[in-house]
């Protein structure tokens, strides 16, 4: 499964474009690893989105992680599912998803330590940068990464306020991948995708 590169985690609050269309846009674009992420609706939207999505990314050999849901992503057949600190603990998602891929937000060295004594396939660590997305406390920087990369072996995913001018400084800083959410949605969807996709192409 794809878990490197660029993850784009699903905007609706950011986008213009209906989800199916954003996400398609970013598929043509080449981005192989998509997140649906989405607080405000339904668990039964949520789920017909996720299963729509699925259907979708299939054909592109795509990896589809789930945010929150760990009965979602197994409904539809998700590649994984991603938790938060306040989500399901870890060690019962696992129990649901059994070999699919379970990861898990981290904000500091001691998260990302526990998420892989507990089994976690990869973490995601940040806010890196300000982000406008939502509110996820003060921008760890780049240094941080370093650090839970020389004690941490599991792939680490930066996000918060990462775009193509500072993508490589996060990778350079140890990095396995980076996730974008509205330095993708906003604007030309296509054209901000193929950026991230032609970093990692390099």
Request: glycine share 10%; aromatic share 6%.
């Amino acid at each position: 499964m794809y878990l490197n590169g660029i993850c784009f985690i699903t905007d609706s609050t950011y986008c213009d474009l209906p989800l199916y269309d954003m996400v398609n846009k970013v598929l043509g674009a080449g981005v192989r690893w998509v997140q649906y992420r989405e607080k405000e609706l339904s668990r039964r939207q949520i789920y017909e989105n996720a299963l729509k999505l699925r259907k979708l990314t299939g054909p592109f050999g795509a990896t589809l992680i789930i945010n929150d849901h760990a009965d979602i992503a197994l409904a539809v057949g998700a590649d994984g599912v991603h938790l938060g600190q306040d989500d399901l603990p870890l060690k019962e998602a696992r129990k649901i998803m059994g070999n699919r891929i379970v990861g898990i937000s981290t904000h500091d060295l001691a998260q990302a330590k526990e998420a892989e004594s507990g089994g976690a396939d990869y973490i995601g660590f940040g806010p890196v940068f300000h982000t406008t997305t939502k509110e996820a406390g003060v921008p760890k920087g780049v240094d941080n990464i370093r650090k839970i990369k020389e004690n941490v072996s599991i792939p680490l995913v930066a996000i918060g306020g990462i775009n193509p001018d500072n993508l490589a400084l996060v990778i350079s800083a140890g990095a396995d991948a980076a996730a974008a959410a509205t330095a993708v949605c906003r604007g030309d969807v296509t054209l901000n995708a193929e950026k991230f996709v032609r970093f990692f192409s390099k």
